[in-house]
């Protein structure tokens, strides 16, 4: 399991390494209060979103995350990020999430393709075992996005993230296992249309 900086690219998004040039891109579609609403972060300033960029960027030093600015590829433009983050090589095991679209990109074909590429990048090149996703316990339509990828709910994590604005975030926690992944690439595949 070989984590360094990689372009994962499909007809729909591409998703390349984030870095501090990303910055005007991310804050001109990333600053809507909404977007930040049900994430412990706030990112409502273009300091709090160099702020949240230098942070994914000091965790890729570590080698605990691999960050990405995702591009619409039909507007060649950012519009959001995510990365692979708690990444755990000896166990073979990440998480995906820190995964924010812009409003007007919520509900395409983004998000579903961007899953793809980290899905198989995660099972097929470093050969996870184990690929986790979590949200928070009140973000229903986050909670049912990641159920519609073919992730399975494992649990609650109760008080399990102190938010930025002082809340205690209930964590729900999903995953997909190496042995499911066909069949989770088969139904994003078809939610795609490429099969």
């Known amino acids: ?107 395409t074909r983004v998000n579903t393709a961007a899953k793809l590429l980290m899905l198989a990048h995660a099972f097929e090149t470093w050969k996870c075992i184990r690929v986790e996703l979590k949200t928070d316990a009140l973000n229903e339509r986050s909670r049912q996005a990641i159920l519609r990828l073919g992730a399975r709910q494992e649990g609650i994590f109760r008080q399990h993230v102190i938010c930025d604005t002082g809340r205690l975030r209930d964590t729900v926690y999903f995953s997909i296992l190496d042995n499911e992944w066909p069949a989770v690439k088969e139904n994003l595949l078809r939610k795609l249309g490429e099969i």
């Not at 390494?17 to 409502?44: F, S, Y």
């Not at 060649?76 to 995964?99: C, H, L, M, P, Q």
């Open 1 to 107: 399991m070989k984590v360094e900086p990689v372009i994962l690219e499909n007809e729909f998004v591409r998703l390349e390494p984030l870095r501090a040039g990303h910055h005007e891109a991310l804050c001109r579609v990333g600053l809507e209060p909404e977007l930040w609403r049900l994430i412990p972060t706030r990112v409502g300033s273009p300091a709090e979103m160099r702020e949240y960029i230098e942070t994914a960027l000091d965790e890729e030093r570590r080698g605990v995350a691999l960050p990405f600015a995702t591009v619409e590829k039909g507007s060649d433009r950012a519009v959001g990020s995510t990365r692979f983050g708690n990444i755990d090589v000896r166990n073979r095991r990440a998480e995906i999430g820190w995964t924010w679209i812009a409003s007007e990109f919520q509900r």
